[in-house]
T-cell receptor, first 109, second 113 residues
Framework: GIQVEQSPPDLILQEGANSTLRCNFSDSVNNLQWFHQNPWGQLINLFYIPSGTKQNGRLSATTVATERYSLLYISSSQTTDSGVYFCAVLTSGTYKYIFGTGTRLKVLA | NAGVTQTPKFQVLKTGQSMTLQCAQDMNHNSMYWYRQDPGMGLRLIYYSASEGTTDKGEVPNGYNVSRLNKREFSLRLESAAPSQTSVYFC????????????FGPGTRLTVL
């Protein structure tokens, strides 16, 4: 089955710094989402981005489907950005999402 | 809209006990999902329902059963709980058509002693 890998596994930033999180997948996908799991365990939708680029405030994401990766950019990080970031993919013809192992981000004040 | 709701929020069981986790969505979504998340890990799919009246196994279905009661509700049952089922359980639903975005409930934290 499809493999989904995220890097880096852990990241510590000073408030105000920028970062790039990566999601690699081993097969073609027709659905990719980025989620933020906050320290209280809630899963928050960030982007639905099977291809192309989107921006939402300080966050943006790019998926290059032909090269099988997606990037999540966080600019001017804040302590509230702390938590775990997951990507999840869906291959064509299935309903089964596969989640990556996540990037654990800690932003220090 | 309440989105995706789950009950209960917390539960402690003894080994061998049974229980049902409830999930409901008010977004008129066709597809619904149950996941588990073990400490420090990603989410793994237990069961899903592509549409009302259908259910299918995910990655880790052993020890669980599901019921898609109607379009709104999708329940997960543990018939004989085991300590290995200690986890946080998330329900999700997904939009249909060309824009297939998944939305999650707040989770149920289950401990099996």
């Amino acid at each position: 089955g499809i493999q989904v890998e995220q890097s880096p596994p852990d990241l510590i930033l000073q408030e105000g710094a920028n970062s790039t999180l990566r999601c690699n997948f081993s097969d073609s996908v027709n659905n990719l989402q980025w989620f933020h799991q906050n320290p209280w365990g809630q899963l928050i939708n960030l982007f639905y981005i099977p291809s192309g680029t989107k921006q939402n405030g300080r966050l943006s994401a790019t998926t290059v489907a032909t090269e099988r990766y997606s990037l999540l950019y966080i600019s001017s990080s804040q302590t509230t950005d702390s938590g775990v970031y997951f990507c999840a993919v869906l291959t064509s013809g299935t309903y089964k999402y596969i989640f990556g192992t996540g990037t654990r981000l800690k932003v220090l004040a | 809209n309440a989105g995706v709701t789950q009950t209960p929020k917390f539960q402690v069981l003894k080994t061998g006990q049974s229980m049902t986790l409830q999930c409901a969505q008010d977004m008129n979504h066709n597809s619904m999902y149950w996941y588990r998340q073990d400490p420090g890990m990603g989410l793994r799919l237990i069961y899903y329902s592509a549409s009302e009246g259908t259910t299918d196994k995910g990655e880790v279905p052993n020890g669980y059963n599901v019921s898609r009661l109607n379009k709104r509700e999708f329940s997960l049952r543990l018939e004989s709980a085991a300590p290995s089922q200690t986890s946080v359980y998330f329900c999700a639903s997904r939009t249909s058509g060309g824009y297939n975005e998944q939305f999650f409930g707040p989770g149920t934290r289950l401990t099996v002693l």
